[in-house]
Protein backbone atom coordinates (compact mmCIF):
# COMPACT_ATOMS: atom_id res chain seq x y z
CA UNK A 1 0.00 0.00 0.00
CA UNK A 2 1.18 3.31 -0.93
CA UNK A 3 0.04 6.33 0.74
CA UNK A 4 0.49 10.29 -0.49
CA UNK A 5 -1.03 13.51 0.16
CA UNK A 6 -4.36 11.52 1.55
CA UNK A 7 -4.26 9.36 -1.46
CA UNK A 8 -3.85 5.21 -1.20
CA UNK A 9 -2.37 3.03 -3.79
CA UNK A 10 -4.06 -0.60 -3.23
CA UNK A 11 -5.60 -3.12 -5.33
CA UNK A 12 -8.81 -3.13 -6.71
CA UNK A 13 -11.62 -5.02 -4.67
CA UNK A 14 -14.43 -6.80 -7.39
CA UNK A 15 -17.04 -4.53 -5.62
CA UNK A 16 -15.25 -1.71 -7.66
CA UNK A 17 -14.96 -2.87 -11.04
CA UNK A 18 -18.29 -0.69 -12.07
CA UNK A 19 -16.56 2.83 -10.46
CA UNK A 20 -13.91 1.89 -12.55
CA UNK A 21 -15.37 1.30 -15.48
CA UNK A 22 -17.39 4.57 -14.62
CA UNK A 23 -13.93 6.51 -14.31
CA UNK A 24 -12.67 4.95 -17.52
CA UNK A 25 -16.06 6.04 -19.45
CA UNK A 26 -15.67 9.94 -18.09
CA UNK A 27 -11.66 9.60 -19.92
CA UNK A 28 -12.94 7.46 -22.91
CA UNK A 29 -11.37 10.07 -25.23
CA UNK A 30 -8.07 9.42 -23.87
CA UNK A 31 -8.09 6.05 -22.59
CA UNK A 32 -11.07 4.48 -24.10
CA UNK A 33 -13.47 2.48 -23.34
CA UNK A 34 -12.79 -0.27 -20.84
CA UNK A 35 -16.57 -1.29 -20.40
CA UNK A 36 -16.48 -3.95 -22.90
CA UNK A 37 -13.99 -5.81 -21.51
CA UNK A 38 -15.85 -5.97 -18.02
CA UNK A 39 -15.11 -9.55 -18.12
CA UNK A 40 -11.51 -9.21 -18.60
CA UNK A 41 -11.50 -6.17 -15.65
CA UNK A 42 -12.69 -8.85 -13.08
CA UNK A 43 -10.32 -11.94 -14.14
CA UNK A 44 -7.36 -8.98 -14.06
CA UNK A 45 -8.71 -7.67 -10.75
CA UNK A 46 -8.94 -11.02 -9.76
CA UNK A 47 -5.47 -12.18 -10.11
CA UNK A 48 -4.58 -9.12 -8.46
CA UNK A 49 -3.35 -6.90 -11.52
CA UNK A 50 -5.64 -3.79 -11.06
CA UNK A 51 -4.92 -1.27 -8.47
CA UNK A 52 -6.84 1.89 -7.63
CA UNK A 53 -6.37 5.15 -6.49
CA UNK A 54 -8.35 6.02 -3.51
CA UNK A 55 -9.24 9.62 -1.36
CA UNK A 56 -9.19 9.09 2.47
CA UNK A 57 -13.24 9.96 1.98
CA UNK A 58 -13.39 6.37 -0.21
CA UNK A 59 -13.60 8.16 -3.74
CA UNK A 60 -12.01 6.26 -6.19
CA UNK A 61 -9.65 8.89 -8.59
CA UNK A 62 -7.36 6.74 -10.45
CA UNK A 63 -6.34 2.81 -11.61
CA UNK A 64 -3.85 1.17 -13.40
CA UNK A 65 -5.06 -2.18 -15.29
CA UNK A 66 -1.53 -3.96 -16.02
CA UNK A 67 -0.42 -7.92 -16.36
CA UNK A 68 2.98 -9.60 -15.43
CA UNK A 69 2.54 -11.77 -19.28
CA UNK A 70 3.32 -14.88 -16.80
CA UNK A 71 2.45 -16.92 -20.15
CA UNK A 72 5.70 -15.56 -22.25
CA UNK A 73 9.11 -16.02 -21.61
CA UNK A 74 10.04 -11.84 -21.72
CA UNK A 75 10.09 -11.10 -18.02
CA UNK A 76 7.86 -8.26 -19.14
CA UNK A 77 5.09 -6.47 -17.49
CA UNK A 78 2.56 -4.83 -19.87
CA UNK A 79 0.25 -1.71 -18.65
CA UNK A 80 -3.03 -1.47 -20.32
CA UNK A 81 -4.73 1.42 -18.57
CA UNK A 82 -3.71 4.01 -16.62
CA UNK A 83 -6.45 6.83 -15.93
CA UNK A 84 -6.72 9.48 -13.16
CA UNK A 85 -10.25 11.75 -12.37
CA UNK A 86 -9.45 14.73 -14.25
CA UNK A 87 -10.50 16.88 -11.09
CA UNK A 88 -7.24 15.08 -9.83
CA UNK A 89 -4.99 14.91 -12.96
CA UNK A 90 -1.16 16.71 -12.44
CA UNK A 91 -1.05 16.16 -8.49
CA UNK A 92 0.85 12.67 -8.27
CA UNK A 93 -1.58 10.19 -9.06
CA UNK A 94 -0.59 8.50 -12.01
CA UNK A 95 3.15 8.54 -11.14
CA UNK A 96 2.27 6.69 -7.70
CA UNK A 97 -0.49 4.14 -9.39
CA UNK A 98 3.15 3.75 -12.11
CA UNK A 99 5.35 3.02 -9.34
CA UNK A 100 3.10 0.35 -7.59
CA UNK A 101 2.95 -1.27 -10.83
CA UNK A 102 7.30 -0.85 -10.85
CA UNK A 103 6.98 -2.36 -7.01
CA UNK A 104 4.74 -4.71 -8.36
CA UNK A 105 6.55 -6.34 -11.40
CA UNK A 106 9.75 -6.29 -9.68
CA UNK A 107 8.38 -8.65 -6.78
CA UNK A 108 7.01 -10.84 -9.24
CA UNK A 109 10.62 -10.94 -10.91
CA UNK A 110 9.88 -9.24 -14.18
CA UNK A 111 12.61 -7.08 -15.50
CA UNK A 112 10.70 -4.39 -17.81
CA UNK A 113 7.71 -2.61 -18.46
CA UNK A 114 5.87 -1.70 -21.30
CA UNK A 115 2.78 0.36 -22.52
CA UNK A 116 1.61 1.56 -25.92
CA UNK A 117 -0.08 5.05 -26.27
CA UNK A 118 -1.49 6.81 -29.22
CA UNK A 119 1.49 9.73 -29.77
CA UNK A 120 -0.95 12.67 -30.12
CA UNK A 121 -2.14 12.24 -26.53
CA UNK A 122 -0.13 14.10 -23.35
CA UNK A 123 0.46 11.11 -21.58
CA UNK A 124 3.40 10.66 -23.83
CA UNK A 125 4.87 13.59 -21.98
CA UNK A 126 3.69 12.23 -18.96
CA UNK A 127 5.70 8.71 -19.67
CA UNK A 128 8.79 10.21 -20.79
CA UNK A 129 8.84 12.42 -17.75
CA UNK A 130 8.46 9.36 -15.12
CA UNK A 131 11.47 7.27 -16.62
CA UNK A 132 10.06 5.69 -19.99
CA UNK A 133 11.97 5.12 -22.96
CA UNK A 134 10.15 5.89 -26.26
CA UNK A 135 11.75 2.35 -28.50
CA UNK A 136 9.20 3.11 -31.34
CA UNK A 137 5.71 2.99 -32.80
CA UNK A 138 3.45 0.03 -34.32
CA UNK A 139 0.33 -0.19 -36.33
CA UNK A 140 -2.96 -1.20 -33.84
CA UNK A 141 -5.41 -3.21 -34.96
CA UNK A 142 -7.59 -0.17 -36.47
CA UNK A 143 -4.56 1.18 -38.34
CA UNK A 144 -3.92 3.61 -35.55
CA UNK A 145 -0.03 4.88 -34.74
CA UNK A 146 0.88 3.84 -31.06
CA UNK A 147 4.08 4.83 -29.44
CA UNK A 148 5.68 2.29 -27.58
CA UNK A 149 7.06 2.91 -24.40
CA UNK A 150 9.14 0.61 -21.97
CA UNK A 151 11.08 1.12 -18.63
CA UNK A 152 13.97 -0.98 -17.73
CA UNK A 153 13.54 -2.50 -14.34
Not at 17 to 33: H, N, Q, R, V, Y
Not at 71 to 91: G, K, N, Q, V, W
Request: hydrophobic share 35%.
Amino acid sequence: MIEAKGITIREAAQEEAPAIMALSEASKDELGSISQHRHWLTHQIDIGDVFVAETSEGELVGFVVFNHNPLTDEEHTTIYYLCTDSTYRRHGIGKRLMEAVAVDTRLFGNKRITLKCPPQLPANHFYQSIGYTLEGSETDHEGGRLNVWTLSL
